[in-house]
């Protein structure tokens, strides 16, 4: 069974920072994208962040500047370093793994679980 792990979720103080973490399981293949998306309740799921096995690397407008993401050389890990978190930075985070598509198969996306991150004094 096919798995995604999320690590570093927590409570932070506004101006804090935290760290978050992903791993894929090696039997999803092919990892075109590794990123994280986020949603707060009442909210819509957005983008936070993604890299692409490229290295292409893309930035919610709400978070540029103040969160990096970052992936390993294996390709099936990727971090997400907040900074400067604010009050409207609560959310649960999900991490996403798409793989590769192509002529002859479909690209596939993958969920984590949710990492809820709480920004509050």
């Known amino acids: 069974q096919v798995h995604i792990e999320e690590s570093g979720g927590g409570l932070v103080q506004p101006g804090g920072s935290l760290r978050l973490s992903c791993a894929a399981s090696?039997?999803?293949?092919?990892?075109?994208?590794m990123g994280w998306y986020r949603q707060a309740p009442g909210k819509q799921r957005e983008l936070v962040a993604s890299v692409t096995a490229n290295n292409d690397m893309t930035y919610g407008d709400a978070v540029k500047g103040r969160f990096t993401v970052s992936r390993d050389s294996g390709e099936r890990r990727v971090d997400l370093q907040m900074n400067s978190l604010n009050l409207e930075d609560t959310a649960v985070y999900y991490c996403?793994?798409?793989?590769?598509?192509?002529?002859?198969?479909?690209?596939?996306?993958?969920w984590g679980q949710g990492t809820q991150v709480t920004v509050s004094s």
């Open positions: 090696e039997n999803i293949y092919e990892i075109a994208i």
């Open positions: 996403w793994v798409r793989t590769f598509g192509g002529v002859y198969i479909a690209s596939r996306d993958y």
